[in-house]
């Protein structure tokens, strides 16, 4: 059995949902022949919301605390995402100098969790070296969490069990592995975590996790596998990219959370492990990791290692592996990679669109699609792509490509 799932990384924000519903008061009034007023509707009171996964592969384990958006406080969305202040940055109003503490056994005290500052100024993350408390698989934690003005919160997990040959960073071991994606079914297998509630499987793609909770002990992904969790069904596997991939044994708390959701109509649907407030303290312990390298065959021109050089550029050797990812009526996906002179041990990867002879093309600086590192418009024209760079993403790279067959690797250090 595969049940669907949403897995949450670092905060996710519970806010409130307003349903406009103008027509059926339109449609009242004409009956009723009733002027409407304007009403002003008090802001309900925060909530306490907490994410924190417990995962024994990491260091330092980190707990999110933040307020429920109430509409109460002007919310500054266009920030930069930074993960040293991920509630901010992702729209989040973050709790600053609470006294966050996991605790072990009987023990009342417990460790302090440490607050992250960024440029002096707290950020509701709150964190705990491994030094100062280490987390083992099979090991019960609570957490408490109390905030300036006199709120208490707390949860309790269960980290899923392990044989006692585990040793730290044995489930998060990276292995390489090529899919050919018109061809190969990516097979994975694991051992049994019995106490854990399930098993949760997940992909990283342009386009957003692929995500999806399993109870069996093995798992087949085929190349043709689409992204249903992103918007017009995309593929999940991108021919020129690494994608990470891993399998994770889960505990209860957090598959209820991810399995639910908020019901616009209504309400809050969420199974939250936290009392006095909301949000997630689960844990999981990582069994599978990967790092596939998806590639296909050659089966239009476009299909090829395009290299341009710049005069002007620190940059100087520009090579792009390209593949045409999806072919469309009159618009097609594009994805591959990109290697510079300049880092010659990194690679970047590449999404875009070809529409006629027209193409565009934009480098990204991790996965996903959303961080843009550079875009280039141009046109096909035989054996070369000749174009430009966006504002306010424009480079001083290479203007021109030529085509070049993909039997040399991409220049190694």
Known sequence: MVSRGTLHVGRVTRG?????????????????????????VTPPAPQVVVHAVLNPDVDPQVILVESTLTGAIDVNDRLRFNPLDPIRTAGGTPISGAEVRLLTGTDTVGV?????????????RYVVARGALDVRPGGMYRLRVRTGQGSLVTGETRVPSSDASWVVGAGSVVQPVTLVRSTDTLRLDWNATPDAATYAVRIETPDGPWFLFSDSTRFALPGSLRNFFARGLPSVWYPGFLQPLSVVAVDRNFY?????????????????S?????????SVLPLVRRHVTVTDRDKVPLDARWVGVSANSAARRVE??????????????????????ADR???RFVVGTLQGDNIRLTALIGVSRSDTLWS???????????GSYLPPFATDGPRVFRRQSRSAPLSTP
């Open 16 to 40: 409130w949902v307003v349903v406009s519903a103008g027509w059926w008061w339109a449609a009242l009034a004409i009956v009723s022949g009733c002027e409407l007023s304007a009403v002003t």
């Open 320 to 341: 792009m592996d390209l593949w045409l990812e999806t072919p469309g009526p009159t618009l097609s996906s594009v994805s591959g990679r990109v290697r510079t002179d």
């Open 274 to 282: 936290i009392k006095n407030g909301l949000g997630l303290f689960g």
């Open 112 to 124: 302090r969790a440490v607050e992250t500052t960024v440029s002096g100024r707290g950020t509701g």
């Open 345 to 347: 041990s990194t690679d």
């Open 256 to 272: 209820d959370y991810n399995r639910t959701g908020n019901d616009p109509f209504g309400g809050t649907g969420l199974i939250s």
């Open 376 to 386: 280039l418009v141009g046109r096909v024209a035989g054996d070369s792509i000749t």
